[in-house]
């Protein structure tokens, strides 16, 4: 398909002519192959040494054939890796505007600090006077998190968000039934997180969804009716998936604690209220914070995260191992469920956590301060809200008024332009921006939920709206065939998930790359 | 603060480009009584000196694990890490980015985990793998969860070999999902005997086991097979498949391992990388990402996330698991050591971590009291001594050395393994370290 044969050739779709190169490349946009497809049998990328004389203690089970590995180089390893990390978007590259996901910039202290052997290179089974420096970060971090939120206990385990979900429906479930009846139902709102409904699902309870209201908001009324006797929990977001507070929140949480149910809070757009508003203050049970969003530990291209969940005094009983405390000789791990920790709810991954994540998270912390972390509330809502009035004119939000730190729009604005919400979000791909979250939440049409964070600055969001009104006006001018085929510019251009999911091809192999080859 | 790109100039202009006087005219739906007009009670920001001063002040009074002759393993395994490995897990292509949503955006995370599938593949001798979980005691949690709803049955058996951090784990999660299991006791060295019937979704079990003891589970997947049942096989060390017949070999069913050796820090237990794979026929029921091939608008090759139906994002209560981020990072890290090893690399690593530790047994053999319980192992074995395991490990400790891992910690009830330590040796030991240890014990048990 390549070659000078083909040059200056025009692409079905294209806005214009495309020069066609021999290798496929384009400049600095490389291809590359798979590692498999790079294979020289033999070569190795890590000089080891021979092992020296032993006796074989294997018993009869090695490895009969060969695994199938490729063998390169460490500079052909290194060249793959760096071309594929040139083929992704990234914060550090540009505004990553994806509602409820809190793409904010990633301090490089934290990297450095997270990798001190003393934290990097610690066995989690170590004696443990051997580590009573790692058991004061996870304290101060706990003291910090507990600050922030105003509650009395932290569980510093989960994994990640939906794992600090799991953490809080457990505990939630477990004081239930030390009650005498674990209930149930769970309420939880249309405009929820999928791992809302999930995770209460895995808990073993049944999924109740309440309608919004007309303001974008828990209908108070439609919440009311719902509660009863067998409602084991509310599962809300606050600021919501529509970036908009609960303003009836305090309403809310008296009528969940009326029937006798708790508050659970999915803490993922915490960064809108941190250092302004303490969940305890709002009548939260549980909430879970996603360190790799409020306190800017890196997505890494989908994890690792942590999911630290805080709880009220009712819930901390049940807290998952280990915990730490103060105990007569300083800090103390309890890894065992018996004496205070008696009524844990027990182990919910290997060792202590993501401890890699607590020390960037602390890192970030410390760095802001009280005042500096007050500050990344206002910025965010600040950005949020300047670029809300930067596309009231071109776009259509889905609920007028000021927002939180995102704001969402429908695509009433596209009505009758033949575009869609994907098409727009593939043209401003072209134009340098990564999209923002697009069909969610689903309680409204067409969503585009857009977040720009406090580390965005006004010369960015500037050429963001300009960017955007731009790309409304030219739909609506009628240029849809331009938007259908977009993207144009990247290194692949519309994927085919449909051909992916109909025939999934999970992995590279030998045969079928062969077949594939001969076809 | 150096994080916050606008100026007060910007603030102000900004707020009156909105049409409000203060930042707080934007917090107003806030309930009144929830507001919080100062400072919360913490300290003020620091710049990076400051902050490094004091996080290195904490770190400094830990005991590193490359300070020290170091033997400890039980599901963490010091293990040398290539530069080239953290050098490109830090550009911030990879570092700073967002799950892959939006695949023209995100090729390079997308085909990096398809090449991770494919070693995972490879090495548990699987036909799919999935794009990670957490870490493997939620793998294996996962796992018991997808055995359950494959057969629809209502019974897991564990092995008493089973690490008793994945054993709680999976307690936790099947207290509250209604899953029954059954554990067996913890017999170092012994053979143990699983009895599965018509209502056994699952039996799991670990290879080498927790006690560094090899196992050949193929007649025991015969017999799962025979009864309707499925057999889960956790590895904790994966670079052990560098040498050791894989768990697809031995007719396992769903592999959960956890793949922190290969590229990943010890990291105080975490983050480290759940490895997730299954014979072709359940991948439906899978839980976590996975990453499939397709062709673009032009033809061409390339990579997106796919079978999301399965995923809580499209079927909410109904999803094969809540997971949403998982361990993207850490699992580039695991496919750029293992890209850089190579067949030749990884079984020759496999090799020296197996001869390190035979040699690491004949040494300690050599010290008076003491008993090697292991008939077979990789890495890892449990000795006996001649007196509670625990205090000699402080002792040794204080010796400088960090000589394994006492079972009295992971099984505190359990008086009759109290004697027991578990000890790993992998290619960072030397010469030297081994006969520091050797002494060291000598002395504490003395």
Redesign the interface.
Known sequence: ?TGWSQALSA?P?SAGGELQTFT?NRGLQLE?P???EQ?S??????D?????????????????G???????S?PQ??R??????????????GL?P?GS?T?K???R?N???A?????????????E??????L??ID?LAH?LK??TGMPAVALSP?????G??CGM?TI?AALTAQGDPRQRILVPESA???N????????YA?DPIAANARGRVDLAALKAKLGPDVAALMLTNPNTCG????E??EIAAAVHAAGAFFYCDGANFNA?V????PA??GIDALHL?L?KTFST?????????GPVALAASLAPHA??PWVVHGDAGLALV??AKGPAAAS?????????????F?RA??Y????????????A??A???A??L???LAGALSQSYPG?C?HEVLFDDRFLKDTGVTTLDF??AL?DEGF??MTMY?PLVVHGALLIEPT?????A?LDQFADTVNALAARARAGDGERFH?A?LL????????T???RK?????RPQAQRKEAAE | ??????TPG??R???A????GS?D???????K????DG??????????L???R??????????????AP?F?G???Y?HHV?A?V????????????????????????L?????F???V???TGM???N??L?????ACAEAV?MAHRITRRGKAVLSGGL?P??R??C???A????LEVGSLAATPGATEKFDIDDNTACVVVQNPDFFGE???WSALATRCHAAGALLVVVVTEIVS??????PG?MGADIVAA?GQSLGN?????????GLFACREQH?RQMPG????????????R???L????R?????????T??????????A?AFT?H????????????A??N??A???L??RLAAVPGIDIV?????NEFTVRLPKPAAPV??AL?EYGV?GG?PLS?LY?ERDDLADLLLVAAT?TVTDDDMTQFAHALTEALR
């Open positions: 398909m692409h779709g496929g590359e798979l590692i498999f294979d049998p033999g070569h190795c990328g890590v080891l040494p021979e092992p020296p004389a032993h006796r074989c203690r294997l018993g009869g089970l090695e490895r009969q060969p695994i199938g590995l490729p063998g390169l460490e390893v290194v793959h890796f760096t071309r594929l990390s040139q083929k992704n978007y990234a914060i550090d590259s990553y994806l996901c793409m910039h990633n301090p202290l990297e450095k600090l990798r001190l052997p003393g934290f990097a290179d610690l066995h989690p089974l170590q004696p006077a051997t580590v009573k420096g790692a004061e970060l101060t910090w600050t922030l994994a990640a968000g939906a794992h979900e799991l457990m479930r997180h999928g791992t409904p999930a995770t209460a699902a895995i808990c073993g999924i908009l507070f609960e303003d929140i305090l209220i250092g302004r508003v303490r203050d709002l996603n790799h890196p997505h890494g291209g989908g994890g690792p995260g942590s998952p191992l890894e065992q709810i027990g182990r919910l991954k290997g060792f202590h956590g993501q401890m890699g994540m020390v602390l890192s912390m410390m760095s802001h301060g009280a005042d500096g972390l007050r500050q990344v206002e910025d809502v600040l950005n809200n300047y809300r009035v930067r000021a939180m979000a593939k791909i990564h999209p969610f406090e580390t965005e600055s006004k960015s085929a993207p990247t290194p692949r251009r519309r994927l085919d998930e051909a992916a999911a999934p091809v999970l992995r590279w | 603060m150096r994080y916050l790109p606008l910007d603030r202009d900004m707020l480009a909105i049409g409000v930042i005219g934007l917090f107003t739906d806030v309930p009584a929830a507001w919080r400072l919360v009670d913490l300290p003020l920001a620091q710049g990076e400051e902050v490094e004091a996080l290195r002040r904490m770190a400094a009074k830990n005991v590193a694990a490359g300070s170091f400890i039980g599901g963490v010091r290539p080239a953290d050098h490109l897990i830090q550009r911030g292509e990879f570092l700073t980015s967002y799950t892959p949503y939006q695949p023209e955006l995100a090729q390079g995370t085909q990096s985990l398809f090449e599938q494919t070693q593949g490879l090495l036909e799919v793998a794009a990670s957490y870490d493997g005691a939620t969860a690490h951090h994945y709680e784990v307690t936790t999660y207290q509250f999902s209604g090899l196992r050949d498949l560098g040498a050791v017949k894989s070999e956890e820090a010890l990291n105080f237990g975490g983050p480290h990388v991948v990402r996975l990453v499939g091939q397709t062709t673009d608008a032009e033809g061409r390339g990579w997106v796919t079978l999301s139906t995923e809580q994002h499209i079927r909410r209560e109904k999803a698991s809540n997971i949403c981020t998982n361990a993207g990072l850490c580039l750029i293992t890209a850089l090893l190579g067949e030749a690399g990884l079984t020759r690593l090799r020296l197996h001869a530790a035979c040699i047994a004949d292991n008939q077979s192992f990789f490990v402080a400790a960090l891992v910690r505190p290619e």
